[in-house]
C-alpha cells in the first residue's frame, strides 16, 4: 500500500479524488462533517453542464474510471423567458445539460460517488472533521461563503418534462431563475448574484412566474437554500495542501454550474499525486482558460443588464444553443483582457482561505457556528 492521503470533504471533487487514488493503490481517509454525503442539498435537480468542452462530460467520466452510478437525463432543448415578456425556445443538436439530482438519496450523482468510493475501499468518517495531519492533504471543503446565492423549492408535478429559465433582475438580479422537471418531480429556483437578502421574495418571484405562464401545478412543494463561491488564485498547491473544487474557486462565474469543474479537478490532483506532476501546473492547463472565459462572460452578462437580455436569448434560438456556448466558453486574447478587469470587479467574500479547523475565527467557521448563509431545510 502507498502512502496514506487525507481528503477533508465528501463532495464530487473529493469523492473522485478518493475513487481515483484507492483505485491506485493509496490508502484513504475522507473527513465529512456533515452526516451524509450531499448535506448542502435536498435532493433538488441540477444541470451537469455540457457546452464548455468538445468533449461530452459522460464520455469524460467514463475516461476518468468513474461508473455512472446515478441518474441523469440528456436535455438538448428549452425555453428561455426574457424581460420583454418573449418565451424563446432553443434547440441543440446535442446534449446542452445532463439532469441530475443532488443529495443524499440513492439516484443522486452524490451517492453514486459515494458507493464507488466505499466500494474501493476509501474510509469515509462522517461528522468528523481534521485538524492536525501528516503529510499530504487535500482540501475539498466546498464553498466557504456566498458570492452566488440559490433559493429554491423542490416539488412533485404532472407536468412533462421541461427545462426553463429566466433572464429578468426582477426575477434574479444579475443572475438567472430555472425550472427542471423529470418524471413527475420538479425543481424551481432564483439564482442571485445579488441582493442577497431578498432570496426569498425572488424565489416567490420565480415560481409565480412559471407556474402562470406555464400553467404548473406544484405538490409537496419543499423550500431549499445554497450558496456558493469563485475566485481565481494564482496556486492550488500551498502548505502541503491542495485545494479543488469550489474550495479552490473552480466555478462557473457566469453560471455556477460548478459540478464538472469539481470533478475534472479531484480527478486532476489525484493523478498529479500518482503520476508526480505539479498539480497546479496542470490544472492552470487545464481549467484555468475556461474559468477566464466564464469570469469575462459573468463581465458582459452584467454589463448587457436587461435589455441585453432578450438579445441573448434570441442569439441563443436562431443558432444551435450547445455550439453557441461553446464557442463563448472558448479562450480568447479578447476573453483573457476582460477577465482582468472582471477580476478587479468581483472580490470573493472568502477572507481566509487556509481554515480547515474547528475554533477559528475566520469566515467559513463562523459561517458555521452562527448558521449564516446555510442550507434552508423545510
Given at each position: ?130 485538524d492536525k495531519y501528516k503529510g499530504r492533504v487535500i482540501v475539498a471543503t466546498g464553498p466557504k461563503s456566498g458570492d452566488i446565492i440559490a433559493s429554491g423549492i423542490t ?25 427542471l422537471v423529470s418524471r413527475g418531480r420538479g425543481t424551481i429556483a432564483s439564482v442571485l448574484f445579488r441582493e442577497f437578502r431578498k432570496a426569498d421574495y425572488y424565489r ?85 482558460p475556461t474559468l477566464e472565459a466564464s469570469l469575462a462572460n459573468r463581465y458582459l452578462f452584467e454589463w448587457l443588464g436587461s435589455r441585453g437580455y432578450g438579445y441573448l ?66
Open positions: 500500500m502507498k502512502e496514506g492521503i487525507n481528503i477533508i470533504g465528501a463532495g464530487l471533487a473529493g469523492l473522485t479524488a478518493a475513487i481515483t487514488l484507492a483505485r491506485n493503490g493509496f490508502a484513504v481517509t475522507v473527513f465529512e462533517q456533515h452526516s451524509d454525503v450531499g448535506f448542502r442539498f435536498n435532493n433538488d435537480f441540477q444541470g451537469l453542464e455540457n457546452w464548455s468542452s468538445e468533449v461530452d462530460v459522460i464520455q469524460e467520466f467514463t475516461e476518468m474510471g468513474l461508473r455512472l452510478d446515478f441518474d441523469y437525463s440528456p436535455y438538448s432543448d428549452g425555453l428561455i423567458f426574457t424581460p420583454q415578456g418573449e418565451v424563446i425556445s432553443v434547440k441543440s443538436s446535442k446534449t446542452s445539460f445532463y439532469l441530475v439530482s443532488r443529495g443524499s438519496r440513492s439516484e443522486t450523482i452524490d451517492y453514486g460517488l459515494k458507493r464507488q468510493a466505499e466500494e474501493c475501499g476509501v474510509v469515509i468518517n462522517f461528522g468528523k472533521r481534521i416539488f412533485e408535478t404532472d407536468a412533462p418534462d421541461i427545462a426553463a429559465i429566466i433572464f429578468d433582475d426582477a426575477t434574479a438580479p444579475k443572475g438567472y431563475g430555472y425550472l416567490t418571484v420565480c415560481i409565480d412566474r412559471f407556474k402562470s405562464r406555464l400553467h404548473l401545478n406544484i405538490r409537496a412543494e419543499r423550500k431549499f437554500g445554497g450558496f456558493g463561491n469563485f475566485f481565481l488564485r494564482k496556486h492550488q498547491n500551498r502548505n502541503n495542501k491542495l485545494y479543488v473544487g469550489e474550495a479552490a474557486g473552480f466555478q462557473d462565474y457566469l453560471w455556477g454550474f460548478g459540478m464538472r469543474y469539481a470533478i475534472r479537478s479531484g480527478y486532476l490532483v489525484a493523478r498529479s499525486i500518482i503520476e508526480g506532476f505539479d498539480y497546479d501546473t496542470a490544472w492552470k492547463r487545464s481549467l484555468r436569448a434570441n442569439k441563443l434560438s436562431s443558432r444551435d444553443s450547445r455550439d453557441l456556448l461553446n464557442k463563448h466558453y472558448n479562450s480568447s486574447f479578447a476573453k483573457r483582457l476582460i477577465s482582468l478587469v472582471a477580476a478587479r470587479k468581483y472580490s470573493s467574500r472568502v477572507k481566509d482561505s487556509e481554515c480547515n479547523h474547528d475554533n477559528c475565527s475566520c469566515v467559513w467557521c463562523r459561517c458555521v457556528q452562527n448558521g449564516q448563509l446555510g442550507v434552508v431545510r423545510d
